[in-house]
């Protein structure tokens, strides 16, 4: 279920997308770019580049993370809260 209802209006749920780019892509912050957060996106770059790639396993779990979340848990947090790490 991509899409979630809200209240009046829809607002699009980021879950799935979000959790497939943070377990193919985490090593380059792609998911953290998709939610919006650019300065985390960036550090995860960076620490992937420093460690050769073994920082890239942080994006791997948090992918994980977001696609064990129910859909309702997963906006509250990293949608409306804006919860940047794990």
Not at 42 to 48: A, M, N, P
């Amino acid at each position: 279920m991509e899409n979630t209802s809200r209240g009046a209006g829809q607002v699009e749920n980021k879950k799935v997308t979000a959790g497939i780019l943070g377990i193919l892509l985490g090593a380059f912050g792609a998911h953290k770019f998709y939610l919006g957060y650019q300065k985390e996106g960036i550090i995860q770059f960076i620490v992937s580049i420093v460690t050769c790639g073994i920082g890239g396993m942080v994006g791997f779990v948090e992918g994980i993370i977001y696609l064990t979340k129910s859909d309702e848990e997963f906006y509250q947090t990293y949608q409306v809260g804006r919860k940047p790490w794990f």
